[in-house]
């Protein structure tokens, strides 16, 4: 029989991810050809100082955010989506991704909402003949922008619906604009019957961010919310509710503060979160921006985080259950994907190969549910 290593046994886990921004996984390459396609003046240099990869100790240095921000006007007609949105799928492909979905920020854009959509949709359709992937949308709230901005969003989601367009999230700096902000768009897209999710508590701001994302505005799920674990017994309730905390174990505020990897898996509120009982879902956020994939998530997962390799069965179905696909197909994916860890598990040759399960199984119930 043929061993696995432990990156091959990751890359050919079929995986979900379900917080990945579509910008944030615009390759170098696209983003100097976009720029010469409408004369924007992009030295090389400066358009790598967007990509963690290129970024070196005290050049410059620009985020996730500030690249969402600049692309966004930089992709200025429906091709330039297509684009972007082949080559994720492309990207994800060689890492064994078989689900997507991913954020877009409709009020950054200045062509009409249907028109992009339209062309994400057809884009998908595509994908899903050549990669065998399955994309599905959630236009974003711009939480820098105005909440009748949010509002008028998803009016136009409701004015041009799509079955590929599954639920709103909110992104960009939470520090001025919590989530309570933005109850009006969340509220409507809501009676419509759009699932909900929510940027909240990242770069370490207060968990009651967090309290008010799931109490008040109703969400589904939480994208980061690492914030969680300093209120004990708000971390007890929705680990036994089994909230899913989509996580990015490349990117957060506390790598910053705990350089050394053999410190994250003491003191990063991942690992605390898991320890927790919380359902995290490790996921990319921003692909190339941040200069990671999905299986290269996982992999951190085992050997920065120390989580051990039969957990990630867990986390691979938990990100199944906390997508919002229909409950048949995640019933049927489960069940494949399942078997498929199994076998390859059995080939896999890495130390240490433990089997204790570390890992709550999140199996939940979704329709209906709101
Ligand atoms: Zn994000």
Redesign the pocket.
């Known amino acids: 029989m043929t061993t696995l290593t432990l990156p091959e046994f990751i890359r050919r886990l079929p995986k979900a991810d379900i ?1 990945y ?1 579509l910008l944030g996984g615009v390759r170098l390459n696209t983003m100097l050809d976009l720029a010469r396609k409408y004369q924007v003046d992009l030295p090389e240099a400066e358009a790598k100082s967007y990509y963690r990869a290129y970024q070196t100790p005290g050049g410059p240095r620009k985020g996730g955010i500030a690249a969402l921000t600049f692309l966004y006007q930089l992709m200025q007609e429906t091709a330039d989506y297509e684009r972007v949105l082949f080559e994720v799928a492309e990207d994800a492909h060689h890492s064994g991704v078989k689900y997507i979905e991913t ?1 877009w920020n409709p009020s950054d854009v200045a062509l009409p909402y249907a028109e992009i959509n339209d062309a994400l949709v057809r884009t998908i359709d595509h994908c899903q003949q050549v990669f065998d992937i399955t994309i599905r949308l959630i236009p974003s709230i711009n939480r820098e922008k105005s909440p009748e901005d949010a509002v008028a969003m998803v009016e136009a989601m409701i004015a041009h619906p799509h079955p590929y367009v599954l639920g709103i999230g909110i ?1 960009y700096k939470e520090h001025q604009a919590p989530v309570e902000n933005f109850w009006k768009a969340y509220r409507l897209a809501a009676r419509h019957g759009y699932k909900l999710t929510a ?1 909240c508590s990242e770069f370490g701001l207060h968990w009651r961010n967090v309290e008010t994302g799931i109490e008040l505005i109703g969400v589904d799920r939480i ?2 919310g690492y914030s969680i674990i300093n209120n004990p017994e708000l971390t007890a309730k929705y680990a036994a509710l089994g909230i899913p905390f989509t996580v ?1 174990p490349s990117n957060t505020y506390f790598l910053q503060q705990w350089p050394k990897h053999d410190e994250w898996r003491v003191k990063h509120p991942i690992r605390a979160m898991a320890e927790a009982g919380l359902n995290i879902i490790p996921c990319t ?1 921003d692909w190339h921006m941040h200069d990671t994939h999905t299986s290269k998530c996982y992999q951190v997962m085992v050997e920065d985080f120390g989580f051990d390799v039969y957990s990630l069965k867990t986390m691979m179905l938990n990100s199944l259950y906390a997508s919002w696909l229909p409950q048949n197909q995640i019933e049927q994916w489960a069940e494949e994907w399942s078997r498929c860890f199994d076998e390859l598990f059995a080939q896999l040759d890495y130390q240490p190969k433990l089997s204790t399960k570390e890992l709550i199984l999140y199996r939940r119930e979704h329709n209906g549910k709101k």
């Open positions: 917080h921004h954020f992104d940027h994208d980061h990015v956020d």
